[in-house]
């Protein structure tokens, strides 16, 4: 019998209560499949940082590493300023951990509702694959004459050759895999009528990786383009494959097309032998409804199931996916926290009563 | 009776059909509310550039600040590479007039289609003020080894404190005129957390324009987060000031709430004594419906009302704006190309005859 060992980060606010649904949903399904999982809990987060002043204590990256996988509650409090858990935290483990792929499946689950007319989960069923340590996240910049009113600010946005290929390269390869029936297609969203610079380069890199791949057709959208398209004709994506500043923007939009916070959830991925990745429900800490048991909690469950797809254990993934589904399509009465019909609890319960189904 | 004068590019593919269905009405308006347009073409877009090799000929600009306002149809060519057009011209006018302020005023006509449920018009009522000549649109980049295996390639965004300065100040007294009876609120749209440098600067000089303007209710969205939130909740949303990069953005995801292509309109305005304005449909060229009278005018003729409105002619504008709803909540049978029930110059005469009323 195998054993996987994850950190768990449960983080702010509702974020360890969703993450301990999560949990009890892996451990169920690693039963099933046979194997284990041993969790060590990390309490780094706002509250943290308010009691302590540390926000990634010295070593902690170190010490991450050494874990299988890092599952991730959620990162946020109401008293900290924005940026600073952000960059101080999440940012951090993405960068240093080298996590270049950001995964954000967007499926419409059964019994889901969508904001969108007519559209239902075979129209909305695509992948985006948003680089994750480039781009305006590169965090550089600066002021001239600051607090005058002759200031300039910047924010630099860099892109390399190496990591627009590694990028590009893994969701080329993503698209042959997920071998939809439908074509499969990968589509770059950039803007290179505008960022002649920078997504010149992405887009060159686009083309030449495309070559290796005949199988698949590769396609551009423009940003703005893009997030018309995705509301109007979502059936028309396959994979999107994005640099991380419009990865982050449309990403959203997309959690919103599958339901919202309650539902959506994305990997920090290092692909590369030995690297440690990390699994996050896209929902903040959601504060207001902290340990009142009506938090969504299939989101962090979702995020679960990539953890196990993506560490070695894609069948107990797929188990924990149909189980959602399952629950989604026959028991929840929405996705919202505190209509879901259900406390947080009592829908992981249901989701590991599905799993043997 | 007074006299406006415009320039009129009506540009490429479909742009000059929309535009002469734009001037008619404008004409009939202006008619109606005694002045008169006197209008002059110039012949730039994809197939001047073709042809000569020229985009913005020597002394065009200083020849286009002559005019009251401009009317651009549409720009772009399927055989001019992408960047070429759009910098060369489109983006040229916007900065050589210093036209700061894109107005996106984003309004769901009656009987007009959104693909959101349970959204009409009256939740579908907003406005987007987009800064129009910094951040990732100033051009500002390049490359280090271009073509190795070592590239790297920037490109950065750059922000005043007066180029933000004089937007904010606009945008918060066009939500102070706007009097929403809903309460009058600015959100600011940005990425404060990421952007620490660039968007700092935004975000500062945003509080403190703010405090010259009481009667509005400063908020802050980060963009991700309204992408979410247009789509969920857009009755939430009076006014949105937004940067240029996420302007792009929002504007056309507003765009496709509001019915898309075929109905969005936008002004890029200098609001300056003397300064030169320039209106413009959403939509692009779209070369396949060219010469076919199935393209819709609604939106070009919706820029033709914020033409009047922001010349000095307010009734005209007003008069205009009304038919165009009358003739979209009785007459169209849809705002999609070749499904209007109308072919592209009956519409431009419905709007004229709904005029009177
Ligand atoms: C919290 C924030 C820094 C983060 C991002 O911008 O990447 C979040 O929005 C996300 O998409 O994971
Ligand atoms: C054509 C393009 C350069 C332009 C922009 O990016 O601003 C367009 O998308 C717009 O929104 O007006």
Same mark, same amino acid.
């Given at each position: 019998?195998?054993?996987?060992?994850?950190?768990?980060?449960?983080?702010?606010?509702?974020?360890?209560?969703?993450?301990?649904?999560?949990?009890?949903?892996?451990?169920?399904?690693?039963?099933?499949?046979?194997?284990?999982?041993?969790?060590?809990?990390?309490?780094?987060?706002?509250?943290?940082?308010?009691?302590?002043?540390?926000?990634?204590?010295?070593?902690?990256?170190?010490?991450?590493?050494?874990?299988?996988?890092?599952?991730?509650?959620?990162?946020?409090?109401?008293?900290?300023?924005?940026?600073?858990?952000?960059?101080?935290?999440? %940012?951090?483990?993405?960068?240093? +951990?080298?996590?270049?792929?950001?995964?954000?499946?967007? =499926?419409? #689950? !059964?019994? @889901? $509702?969508?904001?969108?007319?007519?559209?239902?989960?075979?129209?909305?069923?695509?992948?985006?694959?948003?680089?994750?340590?480039?781009?305006?996240?590169?965090?550089?910049?600066?002021?001239?004459?600051?607090?005058?009113?002759?200031?300039?600010?910047?924010?630099?946005?860099?892109?390399?050759?190496?990591?627009?290929?590694?990028?590009?390269?893994?969701?080329?390869?993503?698209?042959?895999?997920?071998?939809?029936?439908?074509?499969?297609?990968?589509?770059?969203?950039?803007?290179?009528?505008? %960022?002649?610079?920078?997504?010149? +380069?992405?887009?060159?890199?686009?083309?030449?990786?495309? =070559?290796? #791949? !005949?199988? @698949? $057709?590769?396609?551009?959208?423009?940003?703005?383009?893009?997030?018309?398209?995705?509301?109007?004709?979502?059936?028309?994506?396959?994979?999107?494959?994005?640099?991380?500043?419009?990865?982050?923007?449309?990403?959203?939009?997309?959690?919103?097309?599958?339901?919202?916070?309650?539902?959506?959830?994305?990997?920090?991925?290092?692909?590369?032998?030995?690297?440690?990745?990390?699994?996050?429900?896209?929902?903040?800490?959601?504060?207001?409804?902290?340990?009142?048991?009506?938090?969504?909690?299939?989101?962090?469950?979702?995020?679960?199931?990539?953890?196990?797809?993506?560490?070695?254990?894609?069948?107990?993934?797929?188990? @924990?996916?149909?189980?959602?589904?399952?629950?989604?399509?026959?028991?929840?009465?929405?996705?919202?926290?505190?209509?879901?019909?259900?406390?947080?609890?009592?829908?992981?319960?249901?989701?590991?009563?599905?799993?043997?189904?």
């Amino acid at each position: 019998m195998s054993n996987m060992k994850i950190a768990v980060i449960g983080g702010d606010g509702t974020g360890p209560e969703v993450t301990a649904e999560a949990l009890k949903v892996m451990d169920a399904a690693a039963k099933l499949e046979g194997f284990t999982i041993e969790k060590t809990e990390f309490g780094f987060g706002g509250e943290h940082y308010l009691k302590t002043g540390e926000i990634l204590p010295e070593g902690a990256v170190a010490e991450l590493r050494k874990f299988d996988a890092i599952f991730l509650g959620a990162i946020g409090h109401p008293d900290v300023a924005p940026g600073i858990l952000e960059k101080g935290l999440l %940012l951090q483990l993405r960068f240093q +951990l080298d996590q270049y792929i950001n995964l954000r499946p967007v =499926k419409l #689950y !059964p019994g @889901v $509702e969508t904001p969108l007319k007519d559209k239902g989960p075979e129209e909305i069923d695509f992948v985006v694959v948003r680089e994750n340590t480039e781009d305006l996240y590169a965090g550089i910049g600066g002021f001239l004459k600051k607090g005058t009113a002759d200031e300039v600010a910047t924010q630099t946005a860099m892109y390399t050759r190496k990591g627009c290929e590694r990028w590009l390269r893994w969701a080329f390869e993503y698209t042959q895999k997920r071998n939809n029936p439908k074509g499969k297609k990968l589509t770059l969203v950039a803007k290179t009528n505008v %960022l002649t610079y920078g997504h010149d +380069l992405v887009w060159r890199t686009f083309q030449e990786v495309a =070559k290796d #791949y !005949p199988d @698949v $057709e590769p396609d551009y959208n423009h940003v703005d383009a893009c997030c018309m398209w995705m509301v109007k004709n979502p059936e028309y994506y396959d994979v999107i494959a994005t640099t991380n500043m419009f990865g982050d923007i449309i990403t959203d939009l997309a959690g919103i097309l599958q339901g919202g916070m309650g539902v959506a959830a994305g990997g920090n991925i290092n692909p590369d032998a030995g690297g440690t990745s990390m699994y996050e429900p896209m929902g903040g800490s959601a504060p207001k409804y902290t340990g009142q048991n009506v938090i969504n909690p299939i989101a962090a469950i979702s995020a679960g199931a990539m953890l196990l797809e993506h560490t070695g254990q894609p069948a107990a993934g797929a188990r @924990v996916l149909k189980a959602i589904q399952t629950v989604t399509g026959t028991k929840m009465k929405s996705q919202s926290a505190g209509k879901m019909g259900y406390g947080t609890s009592e829908v992981g319960d249901l989701v590991v009563e599905a799993l043997g189904g």
